[in-house]
Each structure stands twice: as C-alpha cells, then as structure tokens.
C-alpha cells in the first residue's frame, strides 16, 4: 500500500545488558498537535525513554508540564521557538520523531499537504542535521512520500545523511491491516500476520471482499477525515502506530535481536523508487536490512505496479522541490 508519512525521532546506541541504561533522549516535534500529545504520552511510559524533550510553535510546554507529573522515571521539557527552544530539544536526542504540519480537512489528499508541510519538515530536518545529526528521524508529516525524501536531500546538504536512520511512518497502514482482517476473520489482531508494503498485504481473501479490505486499508485515512468532519485527520491511532514504531528501533537500538518493522527506508528493490515501504530488519544502528518482498500474486503484481509509478513521482516531487527550495 502506498502512502506517505514522516515522523522524526533519535536514539543512541545502546548495549543490550542487565545495566541497561536506558538512556534515550526523544525528541517530538510538533508535540502539541493532534498527534504529538497522545504520542508524548505514550513515549512518556516508555521505559527506553530517559529524557522526552518536546517542541512545537504553540503549546509545548503546558503538554510538558502535564507529562511530567506521570510517575515514570522520564524527564519530560517542553519548548517553544523562543530561547533556542528547537535547538534544545533536539541536543543530544537520539531519536526524532516528527509530526509537525497540518493535517487533511475532507476533499483534501495527503498531496495538497505538501505546500505547506515541505517547508516545514525542510526546516525541522535541517535544525536535526545541525544539533543531533546522528539521531534516527521518525518521519509522519504528510505527504510522506514526498517529505521523507525532503530530509534526506537536508541531510545530504549538511553532509550526515545516514540512510539506516531515516525512516518514514507507515506502520498505522498496519495497524489498519492487522484490525481490519480481524474483523473479517473474528481473530485477534494481534495474532494477524501481516505485510502491508508499498502496496502489498498477505491475505486469503479473494474478489470484492479482497477488494473491499484493500481499498480499506489504502483509503483508511479517507474514513477518519471524513468521520471527523474537518477537525483533522487520524491522531490516537496515529500515536499508537508512531509508538510502536518508535519502540521497536528503541528495542533494536538496546540489543534485541529480530526486530522488524515495515517502514519507508531507502530501499533498492525498485530502480524508480529510492524509497519504499517493506519489512525492515532492525538493529543497533538503524536499518540492518530491507527484505525483499518475496513471492506475491497477480493481483498484487498489478496493484505494486501502480504503486510504484505514483510512488516514484511522490518521491521526486519532494526532490526536485528540496532542489529549488533550499
Ligand atoms: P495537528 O494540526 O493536530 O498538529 C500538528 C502540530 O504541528 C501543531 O501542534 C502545530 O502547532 C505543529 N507545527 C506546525 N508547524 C510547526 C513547526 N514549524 N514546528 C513545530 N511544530 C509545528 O495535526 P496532526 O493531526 O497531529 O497531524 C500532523 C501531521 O501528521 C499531518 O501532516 C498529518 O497528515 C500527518 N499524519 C500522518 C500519518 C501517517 O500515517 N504518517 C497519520 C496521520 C496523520
Ligand atoms: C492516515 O492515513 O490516516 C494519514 O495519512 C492521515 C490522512 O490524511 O489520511
């Protein structure tokens, strides 16, 4: 399934040992939107997290505050632009999610983001290749396609781009998948095996069920802007997916073997597309390994085939505009 999502976060690494140390700094940026708050939250009773630094043009430090009564060993600091407050979050983390940008009203597709959300993710990555230039980035922004490849070209410009660490967020396409089978099946979604790739899921469904579950899982999204009715789009399960993807490296990072996420990473298993979302093995340095996304059937054949197409425009649309809008 293709989408596009950027979201940033940074870990150091880590040994995997009875002294774990557990000392991660997060940093959020856009911590006090939609998402940012019930991600803070979640990443607030993360134990790998010793240090949550959260930023955001508006709002930061009251969800700061908040956080910081929860009885977890994690600091919690909220900043705003003002007093270096982007730059403080950033020294030191590890790890960088990012879902800062405005989200999609309904008649809207993730692309009309892109105008507003480049400049911003622009500007955000290019404070994270100054302060913490090692950190793993959690891409979310919409469109994730195009912003993705923005912070790479940023990274590149300031000479520390780290492919391994570059991730966008698609693990909500997932988190979908895994519900909606569910529901078909009456399992539970946590027993679903599931791949949701550029446009691929494991299934045994066929026809217009196989039909109707695709389209559901693709235009997922769609649902939840529309049931919100312009008061934005997907946050509480949006903060789920980014936390779990954001455990997982954090689980990788401190030693546990056999983590593996799917995840748009730089990828070479389409010469079209320097991007792609699959499986992803994880390790203490990021992305150990893309795996190939093995054997898949006619119907999936014909959905990747267009999923590459658009996808290889996705990604160059954020290229050529990083190119001009430096
Ligand atoms: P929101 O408007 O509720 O929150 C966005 C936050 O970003 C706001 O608090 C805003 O003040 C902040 N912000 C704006 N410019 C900023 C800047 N320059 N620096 C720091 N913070 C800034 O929106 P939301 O619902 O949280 O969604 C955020 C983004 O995530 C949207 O682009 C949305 O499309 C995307 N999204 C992605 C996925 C995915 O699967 N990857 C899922 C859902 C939403
Ligand atoms: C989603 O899939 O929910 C997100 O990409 C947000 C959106 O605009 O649909």
């Known amino acids: ?28 940026l856009g911590a006090a939107g939609g ?37 977890t060993k994690s600091t919690v600091k909220g900043y705003l632009s003002e007093y270096d407050g982007l730059q403080k979050t950033l020294d030191g983390a590890e790890v960088v999610v990012i879902p800062a940008g405005v ?9 009309d983001l892109f105008k507003t959300n480049a400049s911003i993710v622009r500007d955000l990555a290019k404070a994270a290749a100054q302060h913490c230039p090692t950190a793993h980035i959690l891409v979310i922004s919409n469109p994730v396609n195009s912003t993705v490849p923005i912070v790479a070209e940023v990274f590149k410009k300031f000479k520390v781009y780290d492919p391994k660490k570059l991730f966008g967020v698609t693990t909500l396409d997932l988190v979908r ?27 045994n469904f066929e026809g217009q069920e196989l039909d109707n579950l695709c389209k559901r899982v693709q235009f997922g999204g769609d ?17 789920h997916a980014a936390a779990q993807m954001t455990n997982s490296l954090l689980e990788a ?22 991007f ?24 999936e054949e014909n959905m990747l085939k267009v999923c590459r197409a658009e996808l290889a425009k996705n990604i160059e649309k954020g290229k050529t505009w990083i190119a001009a809008n430096w």
């Open 253 to 274: 990072m401190s030693g546990k073997s056999g983590v593996v996420q799917c995840s748009f990473v730089q990828s070479d298993l389409y010469p079209e597309c320097a």
């Open 103 to 111: 989200p999609r009203k309904p008649g809207m597709t993730r692309d």
């Open 223 to 239: 649902e939840v802007v529309r049931a919100k009715g312009g008061a934005g789009s997907a946050t509480l399960s949006m903060a």
């Open 35 to 71: 998402i940012g708050q019930p991600l803070s939250l979640l990443l607030k009773l993360n134990p790998f997290v010793s240090d949550l630094a959260l930023y955001d043009i508006h709002g930061a430090p009251g969800v700061g505050a908040d956080l910081c009564h929860i009885d």
């Open 276 to 299: 792609f979302s699959s499986q992803v093995e994880l390790g203490q340095d990021g992305v150990e390994k893309v795996r190939d996304i093995g054997k898949i059937n006619e119907y």
């Open 1 to 28: 399934m293709m989408f596009s999502r950027l979201a940033v976060a940074s870990i150091t690494k880590r040994q995997f040992s009875h002294t774990v140390s557990n000392a991660t700094k997060i940093a959020v």
């Open 177 to 203: 998948a895994r519900r909606f089978v569910s529901e078909l099946r009456e399992s539970d979604p946590a027993s679903e095996e599931l791949i949701v790739i550029g446009g691929h899921s494991g299934h």
